[in-house]
């Protein structure tokens, strides 16, 4: 199984990228997909979780209304829309892949279980 990322680079404060995680090996229907995050100096932290069954998603509250994830389960592609990006949205950028979930919320924050990671993408957001 292999994910890989794409999509990061530089923005402008305001600006908006599209994160794409294509999984090779895999089907996403019946996992719970994210998109996780590890800002400088800090741990990596979900941010963006969606169950590929019933297709409940958890957006944590710091880019909730600016960031949408979906899922194109036919090409097992992940996507991230991110719009009106801050400097704090600065971070390697990981898609993860793991067990479906009753609670996605906990799963999205504590990622235990998680089966597969991609190896990242950079996102900058700086004048």
């Known amino acids: 199984v292999q994910l890989v990322e794409s999509g990061g680079g530089l923005v402008p404060p305001g600006g908006s990228l599209r994160l794409s995680c294509t999984a090779a090996?895999?089907?996403?229907?019946?996992?719970?997909v994210g998109w996780f995050r590890r800002m400088p100096g800090y741990d990596r932290d979900g941010i963006a979780c969606?169950?590929?069954?019933?297709?409940?998603?958890y957006y944590r509250d710091s880019v909730e209304g600016r960031f949408t994830i979906s899922s194109d389960n036919a090409n097992n592609v992940l996507i991230l829309e991110m719009n009106d990006l801050k400097p704090e949205d600065t971070a390697i950028y990981y898609c993860?892949?793991?067990?479906?979930?009753?609670?996605?919320?906990?799963?999205?924050?504590?990622?235990?279980?998680?089966?597969?990671w991609g190896r990242g993408t950079a996102v900058t957001v700086s004048s």
């Open positions: 090996g895999l089907s996403f229907y019946g996992y719970a």
């Open positions: 993860g892949v793991g067990p479906n979930t009753p609670n996605l919320r906990v799963w999205c924050m504590t990622q235990v279980g998680m089966d597969y």
């Open positions: 969606l169950s590929a069954t019933d297709d409940s998603i």
